[in-house]
């Protein structure tokens, strides 16, 4: 990799983002409408309607959530809300206004309207961090063009109402799997790897039973509404759309420990997880005084790993819809093991974690630019959680007569 001077942009994102500009169409089915709709850069402002007070015309999250309390303050706690954190902002630093299409091509998912793409700019040419900078994918992003609210349609009373920015225009576009399409899923013609794409959401989800049966992402995502858009990073949520056995009969076990833990994929719409950025990694092993007993622990790692230049893959052990994945344990019992110890641990943002710590030591970087991804690795470090674990006690075993002679094991 070219390390020096300008080309120290092109690090593995950069062939992302490549991916994303060799993708001029939506090769997916879509609608007239939410073609025109996600057009980018968004226009969500402009020129503003004549006689509207200034909150109808404030474009900000904030300004929305005077009136919108409970979607902003479920968008808030959203990774929408968190869409230019420190490890975007940190990387359109680094590749400056000299790769303004590239950092256009990151803006186009992480904060796609045109007044965002703006302030980014002026950051870059040295103007101080504005709100708009910060705020990610907003409400505007998904619910307003040239000041025009869209929305689901709801009650009828309601969609007749002018009582406020003009009303709005309800779109049945809304409730659609298709309407998430444009920032979650790469075109038919994107990068592949083992022949599939590596953004794929909505393609795992129409051969799922899901599309059969007309859930769509906004049902699970957004239930009754709700714009929290739970994900990979919220315990509760992967949780519950997850079922877990472990089979193991400690009682029994004398010198060998067999046990088997399953995971199946009950209740995910699409690939568990979806993209290559999460990893599950998912151990059993013996406790001896607290502490793993030496060479007992067996691991499985659920995932799709794939080089950070995106372009080897080193396994893809995802389960899909309904799919179960098992990992047996069969090891001889440790002389001082007192447990058997399962777990699973979910690191959400597994290949940033990499790829942060790459970034540091490859690249030469401003104390700013350095700060920036610092803190972006210390987030993603900071993400992982234990999904689930379980705790056998193991009986006390007859152990083999020792000859006094022999060294006491250790
Ligand atoms: C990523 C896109 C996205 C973002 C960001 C977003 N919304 Fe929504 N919003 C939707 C979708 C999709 C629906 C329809 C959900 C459904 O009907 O299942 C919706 C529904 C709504 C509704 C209709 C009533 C309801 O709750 O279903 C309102 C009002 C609304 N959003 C306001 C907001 C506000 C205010 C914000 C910012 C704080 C916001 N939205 C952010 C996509 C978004
Ligand atoms: C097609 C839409 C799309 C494009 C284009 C895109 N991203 Fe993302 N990005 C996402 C999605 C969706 C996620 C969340 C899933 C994940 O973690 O992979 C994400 C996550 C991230 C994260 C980790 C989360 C965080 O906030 O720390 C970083 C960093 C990131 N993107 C940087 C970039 C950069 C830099 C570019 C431009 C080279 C870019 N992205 C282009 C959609 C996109
Ligand atoms: C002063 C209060 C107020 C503010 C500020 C406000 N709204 Fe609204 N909004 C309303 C009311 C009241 C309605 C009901 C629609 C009507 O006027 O008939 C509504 C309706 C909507 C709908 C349609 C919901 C549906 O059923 O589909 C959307 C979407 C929406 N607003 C988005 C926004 C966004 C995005 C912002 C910020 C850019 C915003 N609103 C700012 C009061 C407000
Ligand atoms: C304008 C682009 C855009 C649109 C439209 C969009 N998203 Fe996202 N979404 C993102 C980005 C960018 C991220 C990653 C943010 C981050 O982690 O920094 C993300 C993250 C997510 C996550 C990840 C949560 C987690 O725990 O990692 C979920 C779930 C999600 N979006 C669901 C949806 C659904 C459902 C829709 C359609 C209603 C939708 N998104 C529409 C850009 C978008
Ligand atoms: C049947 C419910 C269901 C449906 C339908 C569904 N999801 Fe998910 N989604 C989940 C669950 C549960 C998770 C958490 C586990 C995981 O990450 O796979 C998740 C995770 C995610 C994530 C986090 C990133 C990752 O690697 O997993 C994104 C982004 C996402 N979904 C987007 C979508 C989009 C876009 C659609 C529609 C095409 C959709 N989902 C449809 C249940 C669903």
Redesign the pocket.
């Known amino acids: 990799m070219n390390l020096g001077g300008n080309s120290k942009a092109l690090g593995p994102v950069f062939v992302l983002a490549l991916v994303f500009f060799a993708s001029p169409a939506w090769a997916w089915p879509t609608t007239a409408f939410l073609s025109r709709y996600w057009h980018r850069p968004l226009p969500t402002g402009g020129r503003s309607p004549p006689h509207w007070a200034a909150f109808e015309i404030a474009l900000s999250?904030a300004a929305?959530?005077q009136c919108?309390i409970r979607?902003?303050r479920e968008?808030r706690r959203s990774r929408?809300a968190l869409a230019m954190g420190p490890g975007v902002l940190g990387q359109l630093m680094v590749a400056g206004l000299g790769h303004w299409a590239f950092v256009q091509g990151c803006l186009s998912c992480h904060a796609p309207a045109r007044r965002q793409n703006h302030a980014v700019r002026a950051t870059l040419q040295g103007a101080p961090l504005a709100a708009t900078v910060r705020e990610g994918?907003?409400?505007a992003?998904?619910?307003v063009r040239d000041y025009r609210r869209f929305?689901?349609p709801?009650e009828p009373y309601l969609a007749a109402g002018r009582i406020v920015h003009g009303g709005f225009t309800a779109r049945k576009a809304?409730?659609r799997s298709r309407?998430c399409i444009s920032c979650h899923q790469f075109h038919r013609n994107g990068a592949r790897l083992h022949g599939a794409l590596l953004e794929n959401v909505y393609g795992e989800w129409r051969r799922s039973r899901y599309a059969r049966a007309g859930v769509t992402c906004?049902d699970c995502h957004?239930p009754n509404?709700r714009?929290d858009f739970y994900g990979i990073h919220n315990r509760r949520f992967v949780r519950k759309a997850l079922t877990i056995r472990l089979l193991a009969k400690p009682q029994a076990l004398k010198r060998d420990l067999v046990a088997r833990l399953s995971i199946t994929n009950s209740g995910v719409g699409h690939d568990f997880p979806t993209y290559t950025t999460p990893e599950v990694v998912v151990t059993i092993r013996q406790e001896c005084a607290g502490r793993t007993c030496l060479g007992t622990v067996r691991r499985l790692v659920i995932g799709r790993r794939i080089s950070l230049d995106l372009q080897r893959q080193y396994f893809d052990t995802r389960l899909r819809p309904g799919q179960t994945r098992r990992l047996p344990y069969d090891v001889v019992r440790a002389a001082r093991a007192t447990a058997l110890e399962a777990r699973i641990v979910v690191v959400p943002d597994a290949a940033y974690i990499r790829f942060f710590r790459a970034y540091l030591v490859r690249y030469r970087l401003t104390p700013r630019e350095r700060a920036t991804i610092r803190r972006a690795l210390a987030r993603d470090e900071n993400s992982q959680y234990v999904l689930w674990r379980t705790k056998r006690a193991l009986g006390t075993v007859a152990r083999p007569a020792t000859p006094l002679s022999a060294t006491p094991d250790r």
């Open positions: 999250p929305c959530g919108h979607q902003y968008w929408h994918v907003t409400c992003d998904c619910h929305g689901p709801l809304f409730a309407f906004e957004m509404g714009h």
